[in-house]
T-cell receptor
Framework: GQNIDQPTEMTATEGAIVQINCTYQ??????LFWYQQHAGEAPTFLSY??LDGLEEKGRFSSFLSRSKGYSYLLLKELQMKDSASYLC??????????WGAGTKLIIKP | SAVISQKPSRDICQRGTSLTIQCQVD?????MFWYRQQPGQSLTLIAT?????????ESGFVIDKFPISRPNLTFSTLTVSNMSPEDSSIYLC???????????FGPGTRLTVT
């Protein structure tokens, strides 16, 4: 079957750096997405990786290793507003989106 | 990007009744997606709605329970029929747009069934 694993919850300190990992096993691969979801709100698109390597977008970066079935989202200079759930989603060989359960990130002052 | 609105934003319904959720997009899109999200859990795809054809339902979801309409390229409805407390959830519509066909979501409809 297809599977995406993410840690359930992480805690980090304001101003620090945090890395949220995502491992996946899917039938085919056509890209990996990261979404941010604040409590009570809809998910919003953060990043997309389809080739190996690092994609940087401001304070957020996303890395992909297709051979390892692995990605991470790196958040720098953490702010209190970064407290949210972060969802990893993989587009499989049939272009279906497979969603991870999400990682709840708690930022402490 | 795409701007999506949903109505209603929330509702409390009695067991056995039905609720229709509306989703409006600010641009024409081929496919619209309906998701369900239980509190603290990830997204579960209910169905994909294409304009002019029957919706495609995921395993565990059937048309009699979740009928979908897609009358044009900017609008869709999802009906939750004969509701039970197990249907209490957040229902989200989304569309795929952009260079990488990333998904944009509506604000969601929070449904409580009593």
């Amino acid at each position: 079957g297809q599977n995406i694993d993410q840690p359930t919850e992480m805690t980090a300190t304001e101003g620090a750096i945090v890395q949220i990992n995502c491992t996946y096993q899917t039938s085919g691969f056509n890209g990996l997405f990261w979404y941010q979801q604040h409590a009570g709100e809809a998910p919003t698109f953060l990043s997309y990786n389809v080739l190996d390597g690092l994609e940087e977008k401001g304070r957020f970066s996303s890395f992909l290793s297709r051979s390892k079935g692995y990605s991470y989202l790196l958040l720098k200079e953490l702010q209190m507003k970064d407290s949210a759930s972060y969802l990893c989603a993989v587009r499989d060989g049939n272009y279906q989106l497979i969603w991870g359960a999400g990682t709840k990130l708690i930022i402490k002052p | 990007s795409a701007v999506i609105s949903q109505k209603p934003s929330r509702d409390i319904c009695q067991r056995g009744t039905s609720l229709t959720i509306q989703c409006q997009v600010d641009s024409q899109v081929t496919m619209m997606f309906w998701y369900r999200q239980q509190p603290g859990q990830s997204l579960t795809l209910i169905a994909t709605a294409n304009q002019g054809s029957e919706a495609t339902y995921e395993s565990g979801f059937v048309i009699d329970k979740f009928p979908i309409s897609r009358p044009n390229l900017t609008f869709s409805t999802l009906t939750v029929s004969n509701m039970s407390p197990e249907d209490s959830s957040i229902y989200l519509c989304s569309v795929g747009v952009g260079e990488v066909y990333e998904q944009y979501f509506g604000p969601g409809t929070r449904l409580t069934v009593t």
